[in-house]
């Protein structure tokens, strides 16, 4: 993150809303939520197939069914595997490519404060600006725990960066060398305001709702043939409830890995606070 994270945010706060809603038609589901809704539905599954085990015609479910039944589901685990392990490698390039753009936009805020220092006094006002919106990012909730609340903005304010952008705009060049800093200054602030726009377009990207319907559809179709086949002891019982909870933590961590500026797996903010103790040194 940094003056406005890497990666996401936002118009001011109205039209940030309006842009989540457009884009993707509703807020995600947290994370939480849906790694609950995941094991009530396999729960569930595997209780309805223990009910139709008890209702079923005896010849149905005959050792030649059953095998059937073994091979079905073989097919439905594996693609239902593979369909996890994309998404887990998935949730954790968007993780570390996040994390990335942080420390990349925490080393261009320290990199524009130093450009203004070489500059003059004349940026003062820039740089208190922008040391200001880091602390004022800092001073607030890291991440947001709630799905439906606005975007994460790192400096607290989504036209913190064209501030001190237009700050800049306003110095006037005595020479060559403040001439050839103030392009530097605007180019680099340039790049924190791309990053800050660019989180606006992918703070809501999420998991495709279709492809967890149909993933939670393979999982159920598998509880159903586990209670299908498996006798309704207790040792049966404890084993599904644990090879649920099991499923439903696999998405909870996917889930929550691919907004990680959201969650219970966030990323630090420790580049940022870096950043914050470099920031006014002359």
Known sequence: MAVEPPRRHRLPRNDAIACRQTSSGAAPL???????????????????????????PTHHLSSDSKDA??????????????????????AKNAYDD?????RT??????????????????TRPARQ?????????LGQSWTVRDAGSDPIDIIGDSTGVESVQDALRALVPANDGQRWLKDRALGVSGEV???????VESETEGLPGAFVIVLVFWLALLFVS???????????????????????????VI????????????????PLREALSQLGKS
């Open 30 to 56: 947290s994370s939480l939520l849906l790694g609950g809704i995941v094991f009530v539905c396999v729960i569930g599954a595997a209780l309805a197939g223990g009910w139709l085990r008890d209702k079923l």
């Open 69 to 90: 039944i073994r091979l079905s589901t073989a097919i439905i685990g594996t693609l239902t595997a593979l369909a996890l392990g994309l998404l887990i490698a998935s």
């Open 98 to 102: 996040a994390e990335n753009e942080l």
């Open 105 to 122: 936009s925490a080393a261009r805020i320290v990199l524009l404060d130093r450009v203004m220092v070489h500059y003059g006094p004349e």
């Open 129 to 137: 600006e922008l040391r200001r919106l880091v602390e004022k990012r």
């Open 193 to 199: 305001a791309e990053a800050h726009w660019l989180l």
């Open 226 to 252: 586990f209670g299908l086949l498996a006798p309704g002891n207790s040792t049966v019982l404890t084993t599904l409830l644990l090879c649920g909870l099991s499923v439903a933590g696999a998405v909870f």
């Open 255 to 270: 889930a929550d890995m691919d907004q990680p500026y959201q969650g219970l797996i966030y990323i630090s903010d420790a």
